[in-house]
């Protein structure tokens, strides 16, 4: 099935799925993959990849784009409390996380039919912005087009599935890891979320990584869609490791790029606000789910690590030498793509 963005959408089947079906127990109802690119996704794509495609964006609007696992919630509430709450009075600014910056694609990973997962006071939030909408329709796509200005946005979809137009008409923060860092970011959340449900061992999911056959898809192809517009002047890159490095550095920068004239006094308060241990306190979750039926407890009690207790240099003691040689050699072998990127490992 040919879709606006130029990509071929085609079911997985056979012994591919099979596996697959094996591995993850939530994709009951299959996957499709989009060429070129080696995209993966629910079959709930189809619903509304066109509708994103045509998405009408504004000029003041600022999407903050990544791939899984790079702790892109952190920086939604940095860029959302920039722009709307900078001395931390905003009626809003304890909302869910979605209900102010929402997720493009959420209809798509977890679809429309779970609906009951989502937090009423966003199904409220849902019916008051959109009223006449109805929920098959997409709940994330009506927040989307119904948010109020400024908007501030999230996607993990690669930038080659939108308007390729979208980087003159808007800003984008993109934030990049680590790909270690990111590999045992993604295994904590394949286990614990259940719209994945991976029940494999950690030897199984690292060959899924370094094959780019996870949910979404290739690590390096997502990183090299906006690596090779680098330069552009509406793209903001920012790295996991840098802003655990030098947070109040690293929103000043952020600052600068959106145009906003923060004090210092309101950056380090904002730094405060936005620390892993508040956001830990705080149950920050980028989709707006209600937690016990979104995640499976009984994995979330014996040995995940929450997001907000992740740090830089999280794969050491936790990957063994073949793992961490596999992802060495993957890395390698994709340095053409994203030419003079370096990350830090520690």
Not at 60 to 82: F, K, R
Not at 137 to 166: D, M, W
Request: with cysteine.
């Amino acid at each position: 099935m040919w879709r606006l963005s130029g990509h071929i959408a085609s079911p997985v089947q056979g012994e591919e799925l099979s596996k697959y079906q094996r591995d993850f127990k939530g994709f009951p109802n299959g996957l499709i993959r989009l060429i070129p690119g080696n995209w993966l996704f629910p079959p709930e794509f189809n619903k509304f990849a066109d509708k994103i495609r045509q998405l009408k964006f504004r000029g003041q609007d600022v999407l903050v784009m990544s791939q899984p696992g790079c702790a892109a919630s952190w920086v939604q509430e940095m860029v959302w409390n920039m722009r709307n709450s900078p001395d931390l009075k905003h009626p809003e600014m304890y909302n869910c996380l979605c209900m102010r910056v929402p997720q493009i694609e959420g209809d798509i990973l977890i679809g429309p039919s779970n609906n009951s997962h989502i937090d009423p006071k966003l199904m409220d939030l849902f019916r008051g912005i959109c009223p006449g909408c109805k929920i098959e329709q997409g709940v994330y796509i009506g927040l989307t087009e119904k948010c109020s200005h400024p908007r501030t946005l999230a996607t993990y979809l690669p930038l080659s599935l939108f308007n390729p137009c979208l980087l003159d008409d808007i800003k984008i923060v993109y934030v990049l890891r680590n790909p270690k860092d990111v590999a045992l970011s993604r295994f904590n959340h394949s286990r614990l979320v259940k719209r994945e449900g991976f029940i494999g061992n950690m030897n199984q999911f690292i060959q899924y990584f370094v094959d780019e056959n996870l949910l979404i898809g290739s690590y390096w192809e997502h990183v090299a869609d906006v690596w090779e517009r680098k330069g552009h002047g509406n793209l903001h890159l920012i790295f996991y490791e840098d802003l655990k490095h030098d947070l109040l550095w690293e929103m000043k920068r952020l600052g600068r790029f959106l145009g906003v004239d923060l004090s210092a006094d309101q950056v380090g308060k904002l730094a405060q606000h936005v620390s892993f241990p508040e956001l830990e306190r705080r149950e920050v979750a980028p989709f707006g789910f209600q937690y016990e039926s979104l995640l499976n407890m009984e994995v979330s009690k014996k040995d995940t690590v929450a997001i907000w207790k992740e740090k830089v240099g999280f794969w050491r003691g936790r990957l063994t030498a073949d793992q961490e040689f596999k992802i060495d050699q993957w890395t390698k072998q994709n340095a053409n793509k994203v030419p003079k990127l370096s990350f830090r490992y520690e």
